[in-house]
């Protein structure tokens, strides 16, 4: 069981910010080797930043991987602002979700008309477009 008190650490910021991305664009996106090249480190740094090997990087280090995932270097410092910035990136991936979806089904310019739903709302949306763009419709049984 983890301790409630224990402070994030770098390894748990940067494994946030993978499984985010993995999730978004895909699990050979965020191999240690793409990170490495994308950010010009080996991927042997990548490995022992992200299990807590390597615990205080250069600032150069922290800046090119907060420039690959899109957050502010503050992400890998600051646990509030690493929260703020979690919840934007899972609206982000919940838009992007729905406008996928919405855009396979004809539908464009949606995220303008949905931008104020929390990223909870955005997913139900998303998955209701799914269900409905499904060859049979949402499955039922019965007669």
Known sequence: MSDPNARRTLADAL???IDKK?????EHTVTDQAIGEHIGKSRTTVWKLRTGQEQNPKIETLDALAGFFGVK???FLDEEKAAAADEQLESLAAARRLQEAAERGGVVGINARLGSLS???LLAVAR???QLDEPDGPSTTGA
Not at 22 to 26: I, K, L, N, T, V
């Open 128 to 130: 209701l477009i799914e």
């Open 73 to 75: 270097v503050t992400y």
């Open 15 to 17: 494994s946030s910010l």
């Open 119 to 121: 990223p909870e709302s």
């Open 22 to 26: 993995a999730a978004r664009d895909g």
